[in-house]
């Protein structure tokens, strides 16, 4: 069975520090999706990223960055001089490619508050 | 570009009645997935359809009950309803099976509260 485990419950920054969201998962597939979504207080779910298990290369979207490490089974998410609107519960989430279904197994969240 | 709809977005109901939630998938996505998500809870996976039938089952329980139609919309049934339903429900939509290269869209979710 799959797992994510989001070890951080909750992060509090101050506005324009630098944070890094933690996610670590367990399988032993090796093929499969690693995701982040972002969760507004308004609740709906913002999808941010996805990569293969084939694709380790680290990728940067602005001020958002995250690192894949296969060796440590971790998919590390970093805001970049955050802002207040950053303030949101952040999800990593995992799926198998095989199935042929896309069905997420999420982790348990990291809620970030970013305060001015 | 047209997301995924779910309707209602609120919805307030006694223990013990019946509620449906109905999601209406992206244009030319045939699958549909449901997820539960309690309050400071992760989502978690209840049921997916692909092409009207039942793809994948999580944890769902028996009270519920969902079905895909032929417009591919799909609707949630949940009979004898328990405080422990409340929960944002959400649902997502994929296109070709869930196996095109792409993430499933979330729709922004069914606040089910049961009082």
């Known amino acids: 069975a799959q797992k994510v485990t989001q070890a951080q419950t909750e992060i509090s920054v101050v506005e324009k520090e630098d944070v890094t969201l933690d996610c670590v998962y367990e399988?032993?597939?090796?093929?499969?999706?690693l995701f982040w979504y972002k969760q507004p207080p308004s609740g709906e779910l913002v999808f941010l990223i996805r990569r293969n298990s084939f694709d380790e290369q680290n990728e940067i979207s602005g001020r958002y960055s995250w690192n894949f490490q296969k060796s440590t089974s971790s998919f590390n998410f970093t805001i970049t001089a955050s802002q207040v609107v950053d303030s949101a519960v952040y999800f990593c989430?995992?799926?198998?490619?095989?199935?042929?279904?896309?069905?997420?197994?999420f982790g348990t969240g990291t809620r970030l508050l970013v305060s001015p | 570009a047209a997301g995924v709809i779910q309707s209602p977005r609120h919805l307030i109901k006694e223990k013990r009645e019946t509620a449906t939630l109905k999601c209406y998938p992206i244009?030319?996505?045939?699958?549909v997935y449901w997820y539960q998500q309690g309050p400071g809870q992760d989502p978690q996976f209840l049921i997916s359809?692909?092409?009207?039938?039942?793809?994948d089952k999580g944890s769902i329980p028996d009270r519920f009950s969902a079905q895909q139609f032929s417009d591919y919309h799909s609707e949630l049934n949940m009979s004898s309803l328990e405080l422990g339903d409340s929960a944002l429900y959400f649902c997502?939509?994929?296109?070709?099976?869930?196996?095109?290269?792409?993430?499933?869209?979330f729709g922004q979710g069914t606040r089910l509260t049961v009082v």
């Open positions: 997502a939509s994929s296109p070709s099976g869930g196996r095109s290269n792409t993430e499933a869209f």
């Open positions: 399988t032993r597939d090796t093929t499969y999706y």
């Open positions: 244009p030319r996505h045939d699958t």
């Open positions: 989430a995992f799926s198998l490619m095989n199935t042929g279904f896309q069905k997420l197994v």
């Open positions: 359809f692909y092409e009207k039938m039942q793809s």
